[in-house]
């Protein structure tokens, strides 16, 4: 079997069944099991990434034109900053959780023990592809995991490097990189995990939640959708609008969690109007194409797409486009509807449509009418009883109040869809619970033996009752 993956040569279907039976029996010997294993294993790959930090720099800026800053604080800093906070809270986090013992069960103590899954499959995305690969790698060892890894085809450089960094720090029995495309996903998506781990779209995303039922295999789904962003009357507009500025346009808007679409209430709409095309002027200059700070799109097919959402006559900033260089310009679109195509499904690319409102209702009423669940949700307003309300009413996978996407980048905070954007969460502990199968233990005492459920039952049922 060829292990060391380095040539470009898609992975084929006897080495993928070969790696995952192998993966198998590693994880029976319980050789991923021991807090000492995993950590060696996370201090190895921490090393990893670090030796080759620029190249993964190198590999962004050719695959996505990512900006440098770009790639440190959303990709190798974000990943690094994981898995220190990963390896310096493990030792907590694997020991077991005292729960009550109902009084039925007493004399004796409860407790949840966390376990392994077992054999993980991790597919990741092309948009950012070194956190999304890696950061649910590291909670998938720290749970005591073994993981095959499938990364996007649409960023070869990032792969390479991947694959580079795995097959140089891994046995593939424990961690494996299967190199190919969607053949050799479908593939893998026959063989028999313990839970697959999947970053996508929606549309991949039931595909592989298809595949995995039937082998009756768990998933965490984390998937997209249009994140609506709330700009109320009462809002402290520069602020808004610097966050929302950078929030969009980082990675040329190509992230799960970037603001799809601004609801601007009416009082405001012309200033935010006015203020957003100066700061984005201001931030990547009269012809963002020579900013080093934007990034571009990572292929023909998003491009065109992208480019086809844009309705000209509604365009107040941006609008340009470049196809040899794959550039789209930081685009603004003024008095969108919901007819309009960019509405139609997430966009994923640098075009923010901006709608207006005059009440709660209606944007209640426009969130509903969008075909996700948002993967999140973000308000401007300094009114505690509308955020509060915000919160409660529109049904999204995370939120933030007076910013947009910096939910995801709190490490303390459960980061995962809801509905159509997804199912289950990650990031810290909450990665580390992904990972794991909380057993439910009850130790029953031995220095009495309780009689109260043991035949013959007599009249006991009127105990019970009490
Ligand atoms: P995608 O669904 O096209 O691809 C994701 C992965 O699935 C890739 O590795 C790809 O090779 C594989 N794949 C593609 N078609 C497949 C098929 N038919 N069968 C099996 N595997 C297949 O997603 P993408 O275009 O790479 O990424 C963009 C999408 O991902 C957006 O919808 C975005 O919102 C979502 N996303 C979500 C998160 C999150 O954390 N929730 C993060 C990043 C991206």
């Not at 198998?24 to 201090?43: C, E, I, M, P, V």
């Not at 005591?144 to 140089?168: D, F, L, Q, Y």
């Not at 009850?442 to 007599?458: E, Q």
Request: hydrophobic share 40%; proline share 5%; charged share 20%.
């Amino acid at each position: 079997m060829t292990t060391d993956n380095l040539n470009n040569k898609a992975t084929s279907e006897q080495e993928i069944i070969e790696i995952v039976a192998k993966q198998h029996d590693y994880f029976k010997s319980g050789a991923t099991k021991s807090y000492q294993s995993r950590s060696d294993n996370l201090q190895k790959l921490k090393a990893a990434l670090i030796k080759y930090e620029t190249e993964m720099h190198v590999a962004l800026k050719q695959d996505l034109g990512k900006p440098e800053f770009e790639s440190y604080l959303s990709e190798t800093g974000f990943t690094l900053h994981d898995l220190s906070t990963t390896l310096s809270k493990l030792k907590s986090w694997m020991k077991p959780k005292w729960r009550m013992t109902a009084l039925l069960t007493q004399p004796g103590s409860s407790r949840i023990y966390y376990s392994p899954l077992g054999v993980n499959l991790i597919i990741a995305p092309y948009n950012y592809p070194v956190m999304l690969t890696f950061a649910p790698l590291i909670a998938a060892m720290a749970a005591g995991n073994t993981a095959v890894i499938k990364t996007s085809e649409m960023t070869p450089a990032c792969s390479a490097i991947i694959r580079k960094i795995i097959s140089e720090t891994f046995a593939p029995e424990y961690i494996a990189y299967i190199q190919g495309e969607v053949n050799e996903t479908t593939i893998l998506l026959q063989q028999k995990f313990e839970h697959i781990f999947f970053t996508g779209s929606p549309r991949v995303g039931s595909i592989v939640m298809s595949a995995a039922a039937k082998n009756l295999t768990p998933v965490t789904l984390e998937l997209g959708g249009k994140s609506p962003c709330i700009v109320h009357d009462d809002a402290k507009l520069d602020i808004a609008v610097n966050r929302i500025v950078s929030s969009k346009f980082l990675n040329a808007a190509q992230t799960c969690v970037a603001p799809d679409y601004v609801l601007v209430h009416k009082s405001l709409k012309e200033t935010f109007l006015n203020k957003i095309k100066a700061r984005i002027i201001k931030v990547y200059g009269k012809d963002a194409s020579t900013s080093p700070d934007f990034a571009r799109i990572v292929s023909d097919n998003h491009f065109q797409r992208i480019c086809g959402l844009i309705d000209q006559k509604k365009v107040i900033v941006g609008g340009q486009s470049n196809a040899a260089t794959r550039y789209i310009a930081p685009t603004v679109m003024r008095d969108v509807t919901l007819a309009d195509k960019v509405m139609s499904d997430e966009i994923f690319g640098p075009v923010l449509p901006v709608l207006e409102y005059e009440t709660l209702d209606e944007v209640y009423n426009i969130v509903d009418q969008l075909p996700h669940h948002p993967l999140a949700c973000y308000l401007f307003s300094e009114s505690k009883a509308v955020q509060q309300e915000i919160i409660n009413t529109i049904q999204s996978g995370g939120a933030c109040i007076n910013n947009c996407i910096f939910h995801a980048g709190n490490h303390h905070l459960p980061f995962g869809g809801v509905g159509e954007s997804g199912m289950g969460a990650y990031h810290g502990f909450d990665g580390f619970e992904c990972f794991s199968h909380k057993k439910g233990v009850l130790k029953s005492a031995s220095w009495m033996d309780n009689p109260l459920t043991y035949a013959p039952y007599g009249n006991k049922i009127n105990l019970l009752r009490k």
